[in-house]
């Protein structure tokens, strides 16, 4: 499996990004996804999750109401709209992906990485 992210860049406090994440190698509807960011001296975070199913959604509380998860089965690709971006939200955004149903906020449970994409939001 491959996770190919894209999408990243910067831009100023207020805008909004739309990241990308395409799945290659096996069949995309089988594997739950989610988002994670880490910045310089942080630890990696959960930012939003989405199983199999669209109703099994996730965000962690700081991107609640600014960002959003979805996934386009047909595409092999999981998207994440950010909105309202700040300061806080620049850090290298990764995607990952979990062979079967269930989400976790532990980057353990996931089983293939992608290789990142920067975000830099100015103020």
């Known amino acids: 499996v491959q996770l190919q992210a894209s999408g990243g860049g910067s831009v100023q406090a207020g805008d909004s990004l739309r990241l990308s994440c395409a799945l290659s190698?096996?069949?995309?509807?089988?594997?739950?996804m989610a988002w994670f960011r880490q910045s310089p001296g942080k630890e990696r975070e959960f930012v939003a999750g989405?199983?199999?199913?669209?109703?099994?959604?996730y965000y962690a509380d700081s991107v609640k109401a600014r960002f959003t998860i979805s996934r386009d089965d047909s595409q092999n690709t999981v998207y994440l709209q950010m909105n309202i971006l700040k300061s806080e939200d620049t850090a290298v955004y990764y995607c990952a992906a979990h062979n079967g149903p269930g989400i976790s906020y532990g980057s353990s449970w996931y089983d293939f990485w992608g290789q990142g994409t920067l975000v830099t939001v100015s103020s």
């Open positions: 190698g096996r069949t995309f509807s089988g594997y739950s």
């Open positions: 989405i199983g199999l199913s669209v109703s099994r959604i």
